[in-house]
């Protein structure tokens, strides 16, 4: 069942995995995906990767199983990917969940590179979506089969790139998720930041906002209890919006449900997924950003939310602490009352709130889109290295500051841009 | 350094001393709100509870049933793909065909799969369950009617200055487990540590919870197995570690190291096995089921576990024997003597294993 995509009739496979080692340096590195979606935080990675790639000189492409709509453009089907071995070209998978494509990669013999967004323990979220739950046991019994079959790893975090150690992954390094902090900066949508702040209507409370998925891994059940405690405690009128997409809808159902039953409709706002100019006026009128995620292998929106203003208060799970480092307030506790306490100690110290936001946007600087490119091609020139390939100095590579244009050409020469 | 990079430096490490400070600060408002009574550990627990009772398996006593209805509810294959479409251009009707065709198949694969997950979710039940009771039929020896043998487990008390001793300063909130009356809590809430207890339903936890203490009803197993990992602070063990089966030990004490935040201390306050023979009665004893443990077999299981730093701490004697004073003339032969016999006779009534998680 597994073999079904890119195994062609009457065109046999290339060698199998492991016969065919790295060397030197590759002319082309094509990118394979499962899905691919313009808007989500890996697809705008991928993105980037790819453009990264072709300023430095190779030859890149992006494979992906399912292409949304948006993005037809900018990938190409992986049943079109030649059945033959693509020579001195080397693969970058993004690995997040089970897919039959790794079967694809361990029959192929380019030499591979996993890149990996880790993949959500199976245990949070079975209850709730039994189908997932079977995807993401299969994401992580696919990590021993990669790890024999990679021969680099780039991983999201230090979090992740620790479970890619555990998983047998032997050459790995961190390369943060690539974004354009200026993506953020949209304009905002004044019809929705009016409904929340300045309109007739709008709440005199304090506006808690979380921006994730609505999914039970996410916990954002959690940051219901907090805010109950929080308007029990300091402000009855304080109100929490969560933004994003619902996984499923088992676990929405019931969180509305539970919702209902504290008496807190009117206070917690479930608001799907919203276009980029109702986010910017979501974050805009904020006052505070809260995160009680049980796991995350990264988080963008705590960057996103650093960067704009927003001041944050999260939980410590799986890959936050190493996220916020020192740009907002990090929780060892996880009861919803030492969310509650934490959220009124920030908002409620002018000096604490401005320089938690001043913290938080030089933290979300470092994660400015030229930091990470560099990153990106000096985790490369590792690779190289590891491959048995002429390296350079990685700090000769891509230290082109905050988001300037990388030389094309800056890793070798003979390869053609696109 | 350059002298951009020197203030950024300063004002960096300026931001980390005032965030520790900030979190310093909402540890110390958390207990205090806590030890005040103004904010009732009921509230926290019912918050808890009511969202309990929305997920899909309710609590963990009726995972079992819900996994099978959720199976049950699954295994319905619906043939009929809701096609509803708003495309009508000529131009895109063959390739509308093949995406609809696409999408059909993997809707139904969709159904297929989340069936199977669902059968084997059950699966997976019936064998934890199956190897659950595997064990404790191998090991249970049913004691004979009338010959049950109940084990009080020890008395806390003379270790609470251990006890608040070790857990101050924890990272993160204390678990009792079995909290009965209430003791350690209120010893460790009066210096400051933020805890809180669960215990299976006794009527000394219920009215300890009644005035106004964080007691949860509950049992150890499960209750560890629910908490975030690395989320507790510290835990103590106390109760029901003298009466479960060698099993279920085992299993506690590695749910305690999942649960235990690095550098928790887990502390186990046990029935010294002699003490606890001699109170059964040979015959009970013989025959009782389970009986517990040595506290070198408790320090076993921790460091076997990666527990470091393990210690035993003994508590007062078994049978006491009064010393003569201090005015006779053969005082000093007479007490060591005593002291001898009071060896003999019994050794410490109860102990203490601590432990610190690596």
Same mark, same amino acid.
């Given at each position: 069942?597994?073999r079904a995509?890119?195994?062609?009739?009457g065109?046999?496979?290339?060698?199998?995995?492991?016969?065919?080692?790295p060397?030197?340096?590759?002319?082309?590195?094509?990118?394979?995906?499962?899905?691919?979606?313009?808007?989500?935080?890996?697809?705008?990675?991928v993105?980037?990767?790819?453009?990264?790639? $072709?300023?430095?000189?190779?030859?890149?492409?992006?494979?992906?199983m399912?292409?949304?709509?948006?993005m037809? $453009?900018?990938a190409?089907?992986?049943t079109?990917?030649?059945?033959?071995?693509?020579?001195?070209?080397?693969?970058?998978?993004?690995?997040?969940?089970?897919t039959?494509?790794?079967?694809?990669?361990?029959?192929?013999?380019?030499?591979?590179i996993?890149?990996?967004? !880790?993949?959500?323990?199976?245990?949070?979220?079975?209850?709730?979506?039994?189908?997932l739950?079977?995807?993401?046991?299969?994401?992580?019994?696919?990590l021993?089969p990669?790890?024999?079959?990679?021969?680099?790893?780039?991983? %999201?975090?230090?979090?992740n790139?620790q479970?890619?150690r555990?998983?047998?992954?032997?050459?790995? %390094?961190?390369v943060?998720p690539?974004?354009?902090?200026?993506?953020?900066?949209?304009d905002?949508?004044?019809?929705?930041?009016?409904?929340?702040?300045?309109?007739?209507?709008?709440?005199?409370?304090t506006?808690?906002l979380?921006?994730g $998925?609505l999914?039970?891994?996410?916990?954002?059940?959690?940051?219901?209890?907090a805010?109950?405690c929080?308007?029990?405690?300091?402000d009855?009128?304080a109100?929490?919006?969560?933004?994003? !997409?619902?996984?499923?809808t088992?676990?929405?159902?019931?969180?509305?449900?539970?919702?209902?039953?504290?008496?807190?409709?009117?206070?917690?706002?479930?608001?799907?997924?919203?276009?980029?100019?109702?986010?910017?006026?979501?974050?805009?009128?904020?006052?505070?950003?809260?995160?009680?995620?049980?796991?995350?292998?990264?988080?963008?929106?705590?960057?996103?939310?650093?960067?704009?203003?927003?001041?944050?208060?999260?939980?410590?799970?799986?890959a936050?602490?190493?996220?916020?480092?020192?740009?907002?307030?990090?929780?060892?506790?996880?009861?919803?009352?030492?969310?509650?306490?934490?959220?009124?100690?920030?908002?409620?110290?002018?000096?604490?709130r401005?320089?938690?936001?001043?913290?938080?946007?030089?933290r979300a600087?470092?994660?400015?889109?030229?930091?990470?490119?560099?990153?990106?091609?000096?985790?490369?020139?590792?690779?190289?290295?590891?491959?048995?390939?002429a390296?350079?100095?990685a700090?000769?590579?891509?230290? %082109?500051?905050?988001?300037?244009?990388?030389?094309a050409?800056t890793l070798?020469?003979?390869?053609?841009?696109? | 350094?350059?002298a951009?990079?020197?203030?950024?430096d300063?004002?960096?490490?300026?931001?980390?001393?005032?965030?520790?400070?900030?979190?310093?600060?909402? *540890?110390?408002?958390?207990?205090?709100?806590?030890?005040a009574?103004?904010?009732?550990?009921?509230?926290?627990?019912?918050?808890?509870?009511l969202?309990?009772?929305?997920?899909?398996?309710?609590?963990?006593?009726?995972?079992?049933?819900?996994?099978l209805?959720?199976?049950?509810?699954?295994?319905?294959?619906?043939?009929?793909?809701?096609?509803g479409?708003?495309r009508?251009?000529?131009?895109?009707?063959?390739?509308?065909?093949?995406?609809a065709?696409?999408?059909?198949?993997?809707?139904?694969?969709?159904?297929?799969?989340?069936f199977?997950?669902?059968?084997?979710r059950?699966l997976? /039940?019936?064998?934890?369950?199956?190897?659950?009771?595997?064990?404790?039929?191998?090991?249970?020896?049913?004691?004979?009617?009338?010959?049950?043998?109940?084990?009080?487990?020890?008395?806390?008390?003379?270790?609470?200055?251990?006890l608040?001793?070790?857990l101050h300063?924890?990272?993160?909130?204390?678990?009792?487990a079995?909290?009965?009356?209430?003791?350690?809590?209120?010893?460790?809430?009066?210096?400051?540590?933020?805890?809180?207890?669960?215990?299976?339903?006794?009527?000394?936890?219920?009215?300890?919870?009644?005035?106004?203490?964080?007691?949860?009803?509950? *049992?150890?197993?499960?209750?560890?197995?629910?908490?975030?990992?690395?989320?507790?602070?510290?835990?103590?063990?106390?109760?029901?570690?003298?009466?479960?089966?060698? +099993?279920?030990?085992?299993?506690?004490?590695?749910?305690?190291?999942l649960?235990?935040?690095?550098?928790?201390?887990?502390?186990?306050?046990g029935?010294?096995?002699?003490?606890?023979?001699?109170?059964?009665?040979?015959?009970?004893?013989?025959?009782?089921?389970d009986?517990?443990?040595?506290?070198?077999?408790?320090?076993?299981?921790?460091?076997?576990?990666?527990?470091?730093?393990?210690?035993?701490?003994?508590?007062?004697?078994?049978?006491?024997?009064?010393?003569?004073?201090?005015?006779?003339?053969d005082?000093?032969? /007479?007490?060591? +003597?005593?002291?001898?016999?009071?060896?003999?006779?019994?050794?410490?009534?109860s102990?203490?294993?601590l432990?610190?998680?690596?």
């Open positions: 069942m597994t995509v890119g195994s062609q009739a065109a046999p496979l290339a060698a199998p995995a492991g016969l065919a080692a060397s030197g340096r590759p002319g082309r590195i094509d990118q394979v995906v499962p899905s691919f979606a313009g808007r989500d935080a890996i697809g705008v990675h993105l980037h990767v790819r453009d990264t790639l $072709r300023a430095a000189g190779y030859a890149s492409d992006i494979w992906a399912d292409v949304l709509p948006d037809r $453009r900018q190409r089907p992986l079109e990917l030649p059945t033959r071995t693509m020579p001195a070209t080397w693969l970058l998978f993004h690995h997040s969940i089970g039959p494509v790794v079967d694809l990669l361990c029959d192929r013999a380019e030499p591979l996993v890149d990996y967004h !880790n993949v959500t323990p199976a245990a949070l979220v079975d209850r709730w979506e039994p189908a739950h079977a995807e993401l046991v299969l994401g992580r019994d696919q021993a990669l790890a024999a079959r990679a021969f680099f790893a780039l991983a %999201d975090s230090a979090y790139e479970e890619l555990a998983s047998g992954f032997r050459h790995t %390094d961190v943060p690539l974004f354009a902090l200026e993506s953020f900066e949209v905002v949508d004044e019809h929705v930041l009016e409904r929340l702040r300045d309109g007739p209507r709008a709440r005199q409370g506006h808690w979380f921006v $998925r999914a039970p891994h996410k916990a954002p059940h959690e940051l219901v209890k805010l109950a929080y308007r029990r405690l300091y009855p009128e109100v929490l919006h969560l933004v994003g !997409n619902p996984l499923g088992t676990y929405p159902r019931a969180l509305a449900r539970y919702v209902q039953r504290l008496g807190l409709a009117d206070a917690v706002e479930i608001t799907g997924s919203i276009g980029a100019g109702e986010l910017a006026a979501y974050y805009r009128a904020a006052d505070v950003f809260v995160c009680a995620s049980a796991h995350e292998g990264f988080c963008v929106p705590v960057v996103e939310a650093m960067h704009l203003g927003v001041p944050v208060v999260a939980q410590a799970a799986a936050v602490p190493e996220t916020v480092d020192g740009g907002g307030v990090v929780l060892d506790d996880r009861s919803p009352l030492a969310l509650a306490v934490a959220v009124h100690r920030v908002l409620g110290d002018e000096d604490v401005r320089r938690l936001i001043r913290a938080g946007r030089h600087a470092s994660f400015a889109l030229g930091r990470s490119r560099a990153r990106l091609l000096a985790a490369l020139e590792r690779a190289v290295t590891v491959a048995g390939g390296a350079r100095p700090a000769s590579v891509g230290e %082109d500051g905050d988001g300037a244009p990388l030389p050409g070798g020469d003979g390869r053609a841009g696109r | 350094m350059t951009d990079e020197a203030t950024n300063a004002e960096d490490r300026e931001t980390r001393a005032l965030l520790d400070r900030v979190r310093r600060e909402i *540890e110390d408002e958390v207990r205090a709100r806590r030890a009574g103004d904010f009732p550990p009921s509230f926290e627990r019912k918050l808890d509870e969202f309990a009772r929305f997920t899909p398996t309710g609590s963990a006593d009726d995972q079992f049933t819900e996994a209805k959720l199976a049950d509810r699954s295994a319905y294959f619906d043939i009929k793909a809701p096609i479409s708003r009508t251009a000529k131009g895109a009707a063959r390739y509308v065909l093949w995406q065709e696409a999408w059909f198949f993997n809707y139904v694969v969709t159904q297929l799969n989340h199977s997950a669902s059968v084997m059950v997976h /039940l019936l064998d934890e369950r199956l190897s659950e009771l595997e064990g404790q039929l191998a090991l249970a020896v049913p004691p004979t009617a009338g010959e049950e043998v109940l084990t009080p487990g020890a008395d806390v008390a003379p270790f609470l200055e251990l608040t001793g070790r300063g924890a990272r993160g909130r204390v678990l009792h079995e909290c009965g009356d209430g003791t350690v809590l209120r010893a460790l809430g009066a210096a400051g540590i933020d805890a809180y207890g669960i215990d299976p339903g006794t009527v000394e936890a219920d009215a300890a919870a009644a005035a106004g203490l964080d007691v949860r009803r509950d *049992e150890v197993l499960g209750h560890l197995g629910a908490v975030a990992t690395e989320s507790l602070g510290g835990l103590v063990l106390s109760g029901c570690i003298d009466r479960m089966a060698r +099993a279920e030990r085992r299993r506690l004490v590695q749910a305690a190291e649960a235990l935040a690095p550098g928790g201390t887990i502390a186990v306050v029935v010294a096995p002699a003490a606890w023979a001699a109170a059964a009665g040979e015959v009970a004893a013989d025959l009782a089921a009986r517990p443990f040595h506290a070198a077999t408790w320090a076993h299981l921790l460091g076997a576990t990666g527990f470091v730093a393990v210690e035993v701490v003994d508590g007062p004697r078994a049978v006491p024997v009064g010393r003569v004073g201090p005015d006779h003339p005082a000093a032969v /007479l007490n060591a +003597a005593l002291e001898r016999l009071e060896a003999l006779a019994g050794g410490p009534a102990y203490a294993v432990a610190t998680k690596r």
